[in-house]
């Protein structure tokens, strides 16, 4: 069964920091790129970060650059999503999602194929 699973969501003060982690099972993540998005209530999902299957390639939403950073190990079947100087408005449903590609990757929601089902990350004094 393929799964992709996030962990690591939570209850943090504004410029606190998290790490969350998609692990993957019943596939291994070597040859796929790996996307994470984040859905506010009322909003449209929208991309945070990205990596290509070597990790060779990332990309991130221009709100999140030089807070945010996305790391893969593939050995461990994970892709990571570092956050730091979290902000309110950071608060949302926070999803991982895969596409197998190579040297590829893209902030596009469409391009993917399996999706976890998120994890919670809550910012807020």
């Known amino acids: 069964q393929l799964q992709l699973v996030e962990s690591g969501g939570g209850l943090v003060q504004p410029g606190g920091s998290l790490r969350l982690s998609c692990a993957a099972s019943?596939?291994?993540?070597?040859?796929?790129?790996i996307g994470w998005f984040r859905q506010a209530p009322g909003k449209e999902r929208e991309g945070v970060s990205c990596?290509?299957?070597?990790?060779?390639?990332?990309k991130y939403a221009n709100s999140v650059k030089g807070r945010f950073t996305i790391s893969r190990d593939n050995a461990k079947n994970t892709v990571y999503l570092q956050m730091n100087s979290l902000k309110p408005e950071n608060t949302a449903v926070y999803f991982c999602?895969?596409?197998?590609?190579?040297?590829?990757?893209?902030?596009?929601?469409?391009?993917?194929?399996?999706w976890g089902q998120g994890t919670q990350v809550t910012v807020s004094p």
């Open positions: 990596i290509s299957d070597n990790g060779g390639i990332t």
């Open positions: 019943g596939f291994t993540l070597d040859y796929y790129a």
């Open positions: 999602a895969a596409v197998r590609s190579y040297a590829y990757a893209s902030l596009d929601r469409w391009i993917y194929d399996y």
